[in-house]
């Protein structure tokens, strides 16, 4: 007996072999997702994987007793002017990786760091996160950032440091086209959160160094207001404890020439 359908003759079918290009798009869709799932392991293991994150420095190898005090995320009126005149007032410079779009709402901070010889930085202009973001909108938060500070009359180099340390890919690649490297840090002392100054000053000691760059924060890079009391009053142990003993705070870029600096890479 005679089927009622007829198969077709020519069933269509999926090609055989997908096209190249969707292979190279699935393959990098893969590879993209690997590496943000192992993010966190591969940023503790930063050093051994440079060509992800770039390079950094995170301390300087010097015998010299010279330590760099650094502060993000400010300037903030509450709390940039009291930090900057203890600073001044114990003869220590340091660093501030300022925000631009802060440095552009309070321009007397800005001019007051730098008549008492600190170190202006460039924390970027809005402070996102640098890893997931377009090359041209990187390039220009760093940019805007150094066009300000150089506005008001600063004439430094400005060392650059990205927020929460994120370098990925790209920001390495802007950053060597700048020829300058990400600045990031030996301790960080979690004022930010904020910590308590003892518990932070027990924390600090386990890592104090010749050539340590310490992070602290006289501002706030995700919403306004956040409390730095602490902060200053950590400041004050620090020098209190430290200068006795006879080391020096310097800014970043004194204390990369003092020495030979360290790199994650
Ligand atoms: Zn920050």
């Known amino acids: 007996m005679q089927p009622l359908l007829k198969a077709p003759s020519s069933l269509p079918s999926w090609p055989k072999r997908p096209r190249r290009w969707l292979q190279y798009c699935a393959i990098t869709l893969v590879i993209a997702l690997l590496i943000t799932i192992w993010e966190p392991y591969l940023w503790s293991n930063r050093y051994r994987v440079a060509w992800i994150f770039g390079e950094a420095i995170y301390k300087v190898q010097t015998s010299e007793k ?9 300037p903030d009126p509450r709390y940039t002017q009291q930090i900057s005149q203890l ?14 779009r802060h440095a552009e709402q309070y321009p007397d901070l800005i001019d007051t760091l730098i008549q008492q010889g600190h170190e202006l930085g460039n924390h970027t202009w809005s402070h996102p996160s640098l890893r ?10 760093l940019e805007s950032t150094d066009r300000l500070l150089h506005s008001y009359g600063y004439e ?24 300058q490297p990400n600045i990031l840090w030996t301790v960080q ?24 760059i310490i ?19 950590v400041v ?14 310097v800014t970043v870029s004194e204390l990369l020439h003092r020495g030979k600096p360290l790199h994650f890479q």
């Open 87 to 100: 600073l001044a007032d114990a003869g220590a410079r340091s660093t501030f990786f300022v925000i631009g």
């Open 236 to 249: 004050k142990l620090i020098l209190e404890k430290y200068i006795p003993q006879g080391y020096q705070f």
């Open 132 to 141: 997931l973001m377009l090359p041209g909108v990187m390039r220009a938060e």
């Open 215 to 233: 992070l602290l924060h006289d501002g706030d890079g995700e919403s306004e207001g956040a409390d730095r009391a602490n902060t200053v009053e």
């Open 66 to 74: 010279v330590v760099a005090l650094t502060f993000d995320d400010g």
């Open 189 to 212: 002392l979690n004022d930010w959160k904020p910590e308590k100054p003892s518990i932070m000053m027990d924390l600090l000691e386990t890592k104090f160094d010749n050539g340590a």
């Open 156 to 179: 430094s180099p400005i060392p650059f440091r990205s927020p929460y340390g994120h370098s990925w890919f790209v920001l390495p690649q802007i950053l060597k086209l700048r020829r």
